[in-house]
C-alpha cells in the first residue's frame, strides 16, 4: 500500500515501508527517517538514498525516484554514476545538503524545511551541480537577479543561505578565497538601488526610524506598544507576541526566552534598554494577564497581522520582522560592534557548539551598550539625544569588545 505524507509522519515503529515504484522509506531504532531507492542492476538490489524525512517530502522522494527510474531504462547506474561524480568534485547542492543535515538537529523542522525548499526552488536549477569550488559572482547573479526585484524577501534570505553554503565549504577545504555572495562591500556594489534600505519592502531605512517611532510614541494601542518592543529588542515578533512577564527579570532588566519559543530552539536572553522597560511598564498597568501582550480579552495572544494593521494605518511598507534587518544595518553602518554580538543579539547561530553556549552567557553583559545606544537612537525624537561626551564613551565600549 502506498504510503501518504501524514502516515510517513506517524510511523515510529523501525523498519523499511515499501511505497512504490522502488520507493521506501527507512525508520532506524533512533527514531530518524530517510528515503531510499531499491532496484535491481546486475542481478543484484542496490539502495540509492534520496535525503531524510521530513526534510524531503513524500512528494519530492516521489520525483526523485521517478528521476531516477529514467536513467536506469537508459542503461545508467544511478548508484555508479553518483559515485563517479563524486570522485570528481563537489558540487555545490552536495554542500548545502550537507550543511542542512550538519544543522537541522538544532533547527526547527520548520526552518529546515525552509532552508531546502528556497534552495530547491532558486538555487539547485541554477549552480546546483556547478563544482561548488567554482561558483563565482556570476554565478551568484545568475541566482539572484531574477527573484531581486520580484521576491525581495526570498532574494535576501536565498542571498544569505548562499554566503553561508560557501563558508561551510570553505572551513571543510571544499573552496578557496572570498565569498562571492557577500553583501557588504561586494554586492550591495553590483545590486544598486536594491539594498535592504531602499527596495526591501519589508525594512524601513534607519534614518527614517526615529520619526517612525515618535508615532506610534502617540498610539495607545496594545498592538503599537508590542511594536515598539519589537523594535527596541530586535527580536522576532511571535517572541513579542508569546512573551510572558514570568520570562522578565526587572531586577537584572533581562527578557529571558525559553527554547522553545525560538526558531533554532536555543534559548535566548535580551537586556533591555530604559525604553523597552517604559513600554513593559505602560502595558503592566492595563490589565492582569500572564502574557505581556496580550489580545484584547486578555485571554489569547493577538493576531498575527496586529502590527501589520499599525504599519498599514501610518501607511508604511514594513514589516515587523523587518526592522530587524534595520537594526542590523544600523548597527553595521553606524556603530563598531563586532558582528559577533551584533548577530547574537538577533539570535543568528555564531561559531560551533562550544563557542555558541559561551556565547550565551558571556556577551549579554556586553550586547548592553549594543541596546541602550539602539534604544537611544530610535527614540532620539521622544527624549533628549545623548550628549557627546556619553556617546563617546559608549563607542568606547564598542571599540573594547572588538
Known sequence: MALTQKAAQNITLPATYQDKNGLALRVTKTGSKSWIFRYQKDGRRHDAGLGSFPLVSLADARAACLELRVQINSGIDPLAEKHQKAKQTITFQDEALERIERYKHEWSEKHAAQWFSSLRDHVFPKIGLMPV?????????????????????????????????LDFAKTRGNRTGDNPARWRGHLQNILPGATPETTHLESMPYSRLPAFMEKLEGDITRAARCLQFVILTACRSGEAMGARWDEIDFETRTWSIPAERMKNRQPHQIPLSDAAMAVLKDVHTRGRSDLIFPNKSLKGVMANNSMRRVLTRYEETATPHGFRTTFRMWAAEKTKFPDEICEVALSHTVGNATTRSYNRGNLLERRRPLMDRWANFVMERINPPKTKEKRLSSDKQAATHI
Open 133 to 165: 569550488s567554482e561558483v563565482d559572482t556570476d554565478a551568484v547573479m545568475s541566482v539572484l537577479e531574477p527573484i531581486w526585484r520580484e521576491l525581495p524577501e526570498s532574494a535576501r534570505r536565498v542571498r544569505n543561505r548562499i554566503e553561508l553554503v
